[in-house]
């Protein structure tokens, strides 16, 4: 028989530092009656996740059915991870204020650190749609103990 290895719950304080820490998320939504996630940058700001989006199959299925699964993880040294789930209604950002400070955290967070210093993008869409969730039944896991040195994703 194997031997499950150990989960580690991880905190509401260490959800919220992986949320604000986080590079890259994936969202699943419903598209054409079937699953469908995709990765994205994203931004925490006063506890709300935020993105942008072009047009396509995420926006067209966002708008369709707003319900969303939000997965963010961090990977630490060597194999060790921590993750993020969590669900939501997504809705789109109509405030041209609040627009513009989504921009401007999502510039500040991305297009701080480049090979050549601090960089802005000299011209940025304005007119792309900017979407918000705010996080519901939040849950975070880490990787654990066990029989082996470290669990993966998945239990692999």
Same mark, same amino acid.
């Given at each position: 028989?194997?031997?499950?290895p150990?989960?580690?719950?991880?905190?509401?304080?260490?959800?919220?530092?992986? /949320?604000?820490?986080?590079?890259?998320?994936?969202?699943?939504?419903?598209?054409?009656?079937?699953?469908?996630?995709?990765?994205?940058?994203f931004v925490?700001?006063?506890?709300? /996740?935020?993105?942008?989006t072009?047009?396509?199959?995420?926006?067209?299925?966002?708008?369709?059915?707003?319900?969303?699964?939000?997965?963010v993880?961090?990977?630490?040294?060597?194999?060790?991870?921590?993750?993020?789930?969590?669900?939501?209604?997504?809705?789109?950002?109509?405030?041209?204020? /609040?627009?513009?400070?989504?921009?401007?955290?999502?510039?500040?967070?991305?297009?701080?650190?480049?090979? /050549?210093?601090?960089?802005?993008?000299?011209?940025?869409?304005?007119?792309?749609?900017?979407?918000?969730?705010?996080?519901?039944?939040?849950?975070?896991?880490?990787?654990?103990?066990?029989?082996?040195?470290?669990?993966?994703?998945?239990?692999?």
């Amino acid at each position: 028989m194997r031997d499950t290895p150990e989960v580690i719950e991880l905190t509401a304080e260490d959800c919220e530092r992986i /949320l604000t820490d986080g590079r890259i998320a994936h969202i699943a939504c419903t598209s054409q009656g079937e699953p469908y996630v995709t990765p994205m940058s994203f931004v925490m700001i006063e506890g709300d /996740l935020y993105f942008r989006t072009g047009p396509g199959r995420r926006v067209d299925a966002l708008r369709s059915s707003p319900r969303a699964c939000v997965e963010v993880t961090i990977l630490r040294e060597g194999d060790a991870w921590e993750s993020v789930v969590f669900w939501g209604d997504t809705r789109f950002v109509d405030d041209p204020a /609040l627009r513009s400070v989504v921009v401007a955290a999502l510039l500040h967070k991305y297009h701080t650190d480049t090979v /050549l210093g601090a960089s802005t993008p000299s011209i940025l869409p304005t007119d792309l749609p900017i979407v918000a969730i705010t996080p519901e039944s939040v849950a975070g896991r880490a990787s654990g103990g066990g029989l082996t040195s470290k669990t993966r994703p998945g239990r692999l």
